[in-house]
C-alpha cells in the first residue's frame, strides 16, 4: 500500500468526527482562516470548550488578557460602563486585546446560552511557534535538496 493511502486511511480510521467538525468551524473564523488544515487540527486539539448560561460572566473589565473567546453558539455581550456591543456566534472575542498584553477593556456577558472555545494565548503562541518553525525547516530542507542537485548535475574531471 502506498504510504500515501495508508496515512489517509489512518488518518480516517482515528480522526475524531468532532475534531473534524471543529476544524471546519474555525477555518470559518476570521483570524484563523488563513492557517492550513494541519494548523487547524492543532489548535482545535488545544481547545477548551465551555457553555455558559444566559446572564453568566466570560471576564470582567481590568483582568488581565490571557485567553481568547470563539463563540461557537449563541452570542455574547460587551459592556463598558452604558456601552454594550453584542458578539454573534462564529466571531472571535478580544483577539486584539491578546496580542497586545492588555486588560480587558470592557466586561463579556453570555446574552444567551452559549458555546465557547476559550484558547489560551500561551498554547496559541507555542502552536504558531512550532508552525513557523516547521516552515522555516521544510524551506531549509529545499534548498538543501537544490544544492544537492546542483552538484550532482555537475561533470565530475
Do not use: W
Not at 489517509?8 to 477555518?27: A, M, P, Q
Amino acid at each position: 500500500m502506498k504510504k500515501g493511502l495508508l496515512k489517509n486511511f489512518f488518518l480516517k480510521l482515528f480522526f475524531d468526527s468532532s475534531l473534524k467538525e471543529d476544524v471546519n468551524f474555525l477555518k470559518s473564523v476570521d483570524f484563523l482562516s488563513k492557517y492550513d488544515e494541519v494548523c487547524l487540527k492543532q489548535i482545535a486539539g488545544s481547545l477548551y470548550k465551555k457553555n455558559y448560561l444566559k446572564g453568566e460572566i466570560l471576564y470582567s473589565k481590568g483582568e488581565e488578557v490571557n485567553i481568547f473567546f470563539i463563540l461557537k453558539t449563541g452570542s455574547v455581550d460587551l459592556y463598558s460602563e452604558n456601552i454594550i456591543k453584542t458578539v454573534p456566534a462564529g466571531q472571535s472575542i478580544n483577539i486584539d486585546s491578546v496580542s497586545s498584553d492588555k486588560l480587558h477593556c470592557s466586561s463579556a456577558r453570555a446574552a444567551e446560552d452559549s458555546l465557547v472555545y476559550l484558547i489560551y494565548r500561551q498554547e496559541f503562541e507555542d502552536l504558531s511557534a512550532k508552525k513557523n518553525a516547521s516552515f522555516f525547516f521544510c524551506r531549509i530542507k529545499k534548498l538543501f535538496k537544490k544544492v544537492q542537485n546542483v552538484f550532482k548535475k555537475q561533470p565530475r574531471n
